[in-house]
């Protein structure tokens, strides 16, 4: 079993950043990828970003440029670098681990809120 723990989001002005990050309980399973997602209410959860764990990363095209994810698997950690904040970046971002063997865990969410 593994438990995500977020933490790093908050509140901050348009064009600041912010550094989340995701400390996993447990050993993870590889092949594995950890990444972020994003929800607002009554919206579908979007993928911000992802990186498999030999390293391969993919983001959200709205983020590209401006987000970077990183990941330490010593200490099964994921993080998501925000640069250059938006408004519309605002969200609950939520924390991912998916296992080819075990499937998929959560976070229980971080709130992100970028003003204008």
């Known amino acids: 079993q593994v438990q995500l723990v977020e933490s790093g989001g908050g509140l901050v002005q348009a064009g600041g950043s912010l550094r989340l990050s995701c400390a996993a309980s447990g050993s993870i399973l590889s092949p594995n990828v950890m990444g972020w997602y994003r929800q607002a209410p009554d919206t579908t959860r979007e993928l911000v970003a992802s990186?498999?764990?030999?390293?391969?990363?993919n983001y959200a095209d709205s983020v590209k440029g401006r987000f970077t994810i990183s990941r330490d698997n010593a200490k099964n950690t994921v993080y998501l670098q925000m640069n250059s904040l938006k408004p519309e970046d605002t969200d609950v971002y939520y924390c991912?681990?998916?296992?080819?063997?075990?499937?998929?865990?959560w976070g229980q969410g971080t709130q992100v809120t970028v003003s204008s």
């Open positions: 990186m498999t764990s030999v390293g391969y990363s």
């Open positions: 991912n681990v998916w296992e080819l063997t075990r499937g998929n865990y």
